[in-house]
């Protein structure tokens, strides 16, 4: 019996040329996913045009102390941005670990992809920005 299996696929960020087509090469699957999630929480409100709901709010929370209130407070806003905005992605489980020596939050993102049983992991650095 035939399965009809759905697969993602992206441009690559560094426009390189497929060396087979001339066209811009992509990524696929697990690879277009991972970047679709890091796209959407280092993406602020307002910041794309014509798309101003697109994006995760969570720099606003970088500049408040690190407390294990502020940890949580960046796990929802984490879940909250991709399942509203990355249609591909499940979380399964979001970890929150300050990384005080060098003022920054590595968030480590445990999901699923919605047509594979495989669960991926992607870790996303925040830092503040001025």
């Given at each position: 019996m035939a399965t009809n299996k759905k697969s993602y696929a992206d441009l690559s960020f560094d426009f390189t040329a497929n060396p087979q087509t001339?066209?811009?090469a992509t990524v696929k699957?697990?690879?277009s996913v991972k970047r679709g999630i890091k796209n959407v929480l280092?993406?602020?409100p307002f910041e794309r045009l014509f798309q101003p709901e697109v994006?995760?709010?969570i720099k606003n929370i970088l500049f408040e102390p690190m407390t294990p209130l502020t940890e949580q407070r960046l796990s929802d806003a984490c879940r909250?941005?991709?399942d509203a905005w990355?249609?591909?992605a499940s979380v399964i489980d979001i970890t929150v670990i300050p990384e005080e020596d060098y003022n920054r939050y590595r968030?480590?993102?445990k999901f699923s992809i919605n047509n594979s049983l495989i669960t991926e992991e992607v870790d996303v650095f925040?830092?503040?920005e001025r």
């Open positions: 001339g066209d811009v699957d697990a690879v280092l993406t602020a994006g995760s709010g909250d941005a991709i990355e249609k591909r968030v480590a993102i925040l830092n503040r």
